[in-house]
């Protein structure tokens, strides 16, 4: 299983369109066994769904993220999950396997237009 989590200085970041890098983390049997940090391709609408797709996720771990592009991932059959918390990837990666990740509302839901979410 692979979990990938969109970065700004190393902890999870709001702008899924629009991060800096993304941790790719397998988890066998419940537990880490590697993680990789790499730049995504330039933001185009459709290329990270794709991106991710060819990396081999299974889990996108986000903390906003526009309707398009949680349709886009799940039609190439990786599972979202908004509204993640601000942390370091193991930590949300560790808590979604514990089924004790807290997770909010999409941050990308919400009336206001100023901030990016990739739509």
Same mark, same amino acid.
């Given at each position: 299983?692979?979990?990938?989590?969109?970065?700004?200085? =190393?902890?999870?970041?709001?702008?899924? $369109?629009?991060?800096?890098?993304? /941790?790719?983390?397998?988890?066998?049997?419940?537990? &880490? *066994?590697?993680?990789?940090?790499?730049?995504?391709?330039?933001?185009?609408?459709?290329?990270?769904?794709?991106?991710?797709?060819?990396? =081999?996720a299974n889990v996108?771990?986000? $903390?906003?993220?526009g309707p398009r /592009?949680?349709?886009?991932?799940?039609?190439?059959? &990786? *599972?979202?999950?908004?509204?993640?918390?601000?942390?370091?990837?193991?930590?949300?990666?560790?808590?979604?396997?514990?089924?004790?990740?807290?997770?909010?509302?999409?941050?990308?839901?919400?009336?206001?237009?100023?901030?990016?979410?990739?739509?």
């Amino acid at each position: 299983m692979k979990f990938a989590i969109p970065l700004a200085n =190393g902890k999870l970041t709001a702008h899924f $369109g629009h991060c800096q890098e993304f /941790a790719l983390i397998d988890v066998e049997k419940n537990e &880490i *066994k590697n993680k990789q940090v790499l730049v995504p391709p330039p933001h185009e609408p459709g290329v990270l769904p794709k991106w991710l797709n060819q990396q =081999g996720a299974n889990v996108v771990i986000a $903390g906003g993220m526009g309707p398009r /592009a949680i349709e886009l991932l799940n039609q190439a059959g &990786i *599972k979202v999950v908004t509204g993640a918390p601000v942390e370091m990837p193991e930590t949300l990666v560790r808590n979604y396997l514990n089924n004790s990740l807290s997770v909010g509302n999409n941050l990308c839901d919400g009336g206001d237009h100023n901030h990016q979410c990739g739509h």
